[in-house]
T-cell receptor, first 111, second 117 residues
């Protein structure tokens, strides 16, 4: 099984940078996903990490350290539309290969 | 357009009245899954399917059934709904690339908001 932890809620100011952390415990790691979900809508894919290091995609970056069971999602130049929940999901090897989700971090961006 | 569709999008029903939520994908994906999402609990997997006629329980399967007779469809069946099944339900599909270490992200349907009175 897996244990995935992320903060429940974070607030930040428009134009700033915010880092959302995710820690996990798994018996066989096979990839970590970050999704964005606006209220009442479906999650949409943001990033994927399977090797250690930083993956950059425009304003969003995601970092992974497998030895520490740790990832973060970095959002730069925050915009009001970035107010959403951010879901960390971990895929475990040897199972269904369908990721297990953390409870999500609700990000509120203030003007 | 590649997509996952769910029907109905909204449903209000009463305790004990059997219902089915349909899910269909047009991407020829092998993997499909159902989640429920409740405040403070995140997305929890109900059932998943790795291919036609292959289904397995997720984390919260009690009170639900599924079937996978065709690759594109994965309906969720509530034989006797109860109020604790009031939730937002998502269907998702993905290709089976996990063992190859590929991204193979899941594609989610728009969600079905179910209320059981």
């Amino acid at each position: 099984g897996q244990n995935i932890d992320q903060p429940t809620e974070m607030t930040a100011t428009e134009g700033a940078i915010v880092q959302i952390n995710c820690t996990y415990q798994t018996s066989g790691f096979n990839g970590l996903f970050w999704y964005q979900q606006h209220a009442g809508e479906a999650p949409t894919f943001l990033s994927y990490n399977v090797l250690d290091g930083l993956e950059e995609k425009g304003r969003f970056s995601s970092f992974l350290s497998r030895s520490k069971g740790y990832s973060y999602l970095l959002l730069k130049e925050l915009q009001m539309k970035d107010s959403a929940s951010y879901l960390c999901a971990v895929r475990e090897a040897g199972g269904s290969y369908i990721p297990t989700f953390g409870r999500g971090t609700s990000l509120i961006v203030h003007p | 357009e590649a997509q996952v569709t769910q029907n109905p999008r909204y449903l209000i029903t009463v305790t004990g009245k059997k219902l089915t939520v349909t899910c269909s994908q047009n991407m020829n994906h092998e993997y499909m899954s159902w989640y429920r999402q409740d405040p403070g609990l995140g997305l929890r997997q109900i059932y998943y399917s790795m291919n036609v006629e292959v289904t397995d329980k997720g984390d919260v399967p009690e009170g639900y059934k599924v079937s996978r007779k065709e690759k594109r469809n994965f309906p969720l069946i509530l034989e006797s709904p109860s109020p604790n099944q009031t939730s937002l339900y998502f269907c998702a599909s993905s290709p089976p690339g996990g063992w190859r270490g590929l991204t193979d992200t899941q594609y989610f349907g728009p969600g079905t908001r179910l209320t059981v009175l």
